[in-house]
């Protein structure tokens, strides 16, 4: 009997080539976009328009979802209050986790009765039958890892999921898209956050819900040196668009949004040898009770750096760096591994 999987679509090279591999290896392969908000991004109109147009050239089912409800309330709103409360949000790790993968999971099960998913993400899934977990590892393709982004997948989720370009490099995907003449295979990738390809800029989307509200741009000390037209147009380490004359190069330290204030100060200053870290998922092991030695990485694009994870009950967890780590910024991930392995993963917490 033919394996059924539904094929989550972006209209990306990357998913419609996992649509095409799973298809051509004999799965009973069902295309699904969701629906998650009105624009030309590749998770929207467009991108739609392109994953329909695989679907039909492979012969498989098609349904889009309407998900723009949860992602109004699980993104958009996540976001902004975020922003308004003088953190930067990391909406990617929270989109997979509350929009994509378990509603995906649920909607398959639910109306199709299918029960394996698959997606374009670049990483691997292993079963460890000493530990009964299913472990997140590393892509093949270090330069597309993606699980930085999936830290906050669960058992349930892990259990059912496919990511088939997870032992492959992009080269190698865009010459099956080629091999299998797939539309999207020169198709480029997208640069952006889904909010950003949309609105043009994360500031542009953010003047949709929040009304700009001036203040004091202080040093460590509270000395006014300027002002600013929003705290929710800053980040903790920004140099650049601070509109102010200084003999050193100045950096965003902090974030008040009580006094309304951006702290800046130097280079120096932004260092930080420790953090907290709420809303913990325990991944590839279950919960410690006692530190454990890992390597932590607290940007998309940044080597992990080692350091010491000390939880401090169930969901919560401070990081101790070997050595100080430049612009630890609030409302951004904090991901640990061993080696290829994600051990787990939290939100930075504002000090």
Known sequence: MTQRIVVGLSGGVDS????????????GVVGVTLWLMKGKGQCCSEGMVD???????LGIPYHVVDSREVFQREIIDYVVQGYEGGVTPLPCSQCNRAVKFAPMLAWAQAELGIDRIATGHYAQVVYNPETERYELRRAVDRHKDQTYFLYDLDQAVLRAVQFPLGNQTKVETRRLAEQFNLK???KPDSQDLCLIEVHGSMKNFL????TPKAGDI??????????HGGIHNYTIGQRKGLGIAYPEPLYVLKLDPGRNQVVVGPRSSAHYDRCGVSRVNWVSIAPPSAPIRAGVQVRYRTPPEPATVIPLGADRVQIQFDDPQFSITPGQAAVWYDDDR???GGVIQAE
């Open 16 to 27: 419609s080539t996992t649509a095409a591999l799973l298809h051509h290896q004999g799965y």
């Open 51 to 57: 994953a329909a147009a695989l679907c039909e050239q």
């Open 184 to 186: 999207t295979a020169a």
């Open 207 to 210: 003047e949709q819900y929040l």
């Open 218 to 227: 202080v040093d460590e000390s509270g000395r006014v040196l300027g002002q």
């Open 342 to 344: 994600l051990l787990g």
